[in-house]
């Protein structure tokens, strides 16, 4: 009885975690879908502010501002995008999967 206890406990355990792992994977798919769309957003900015600049309408530091934005929406859209591949890993392996390397390291010289 002991042992169909833990079996059972075992089980419950590993569907948790895979629900858990597929909640944050869907996360992490909402998440990098809104900083793409704050990317785009920052480049047309950028775009909107290089046409204002050349027009004569605003200096250089407005340019500069729209660009540090779109910078900072990159790093954002690069991290969300880390987040979500590690995500799917988890869910992977929540799920019975594992890892291998497609193509193996090469080796240490």
């Known amino acids: 009885m002991k042992r169909w206890l833990s ?33 785009h957003s920052a480049s047309k900015a950028t ?30 859209r690069l991290d969300a995008e880390a987040a979500q591949r590690l995500s799917w890993v988890a869910l992977h392996t929540a799920l019975g999967g594992s890892f291998a390397a497609r193509h193996p390291a090469p080796p240490a010289r």
């Open 47 to 76: 775009e909107a502010a290089m046409a204002r600049l050349r027009a004569g309408l605003v200096n250089k530091l407005s340019l500069l501002d729209a660009q540090e934005t779109q910078l900072m929406q990159q790093s954002a």
């Open 7 to 39: 079996y059972n406990q075992t089980v419950l355990e590993a569907l948790r975690s895979a629900a858990d792992a597929l909640s944050n994977w869907q996360g992490s798919q909402q998440q990098l879908t809104s900083v793409r769309q704050a990317e």
